[in-house]
């Protein structure tokens, strides 16, 4: 699923509007995201982790629609990557009735696979509010394989911002 220039501009300038606002002030990202995709689903992040706390076989399954560089720094823990490129759900093998949280960076990219599985018939099917900038911001832990990784990939500069500059792994710079 590639996005379009033309979605992240309208989206960026709202985001960059959120960013001077505050994380609780009055424009949000999931304000902006939901106008895209309105029947969207939302889990927060203390929710989920009330949910991860429960009984294994409760648990949600829970995918990450980053990319491989991004998930390689740190991710969700047990999450499963998808590629927000080639977005294809059917190897997943989920349950219909399973419950899903779906996370990217910020909830955008996790946003068009939400809406994915659920035409493919998986209706308990959460994007994770925030994404995974929400989820370390509050604290909470973020893994490299089963080890905790302590930073996040900051996506880039700009977006990046969202996440607290403790938390940001250093990107190599581009070729």
């Known amino acids: 699923m590639k996005i379009s ?20 002030g009055a424009i949000s990202l999931r304000t902006v995201i939901s ?21 294994r076989e409760e648990r949600p399954e829970i995918l990450d629609v980053r990319t491989a560089a991004e998930f390689e720094v740190s991710h969700l ?10 977005p294809s759900i059917e190897p997943l093998r989920i349950a219909p009735d399973a419950t899903v949280v779906v996370y990217c960076s910020i909830g955008y990219r996790s946003a068009g696979i939400v809406k994915q599985l659920r035409r493919a018939g998986i209706t308990n099917v959460y994007n994770l509010e925030g994404g995974i900038f929400a989820w370390a911001n ?16 900051p996506y880039d500069e700009l977006w ?10 250093t990107r190599p710079k581009k070729p």
């Open 5 to 24: 220039p033309r979605l992240w501009v309208p989206a960026l300038g709202l985001g960059l509007a959120a960013l001077r606002v505050g994380a609780r």
């Open 35 to 55: 106008v895209r995709f309105p029947d969207v689903q939302w889990v927060d992040s203390a929710t989920l982790a009330r949910w991860e706390e429960g009984p």
């Open 77 to 86: 823990h047990g999450a499963r990557r998808v590629d927000p490129q080639d």
């Open 138 to 153: 509050e604290g909470r832990p973020a893994y490299r394989g089963e080890e905790p990784a302590g930073v996040v990939h």
């Open 160 to 169: 990046g911002r969202l996440l607290r500059e403790d938390l940001r792994a």
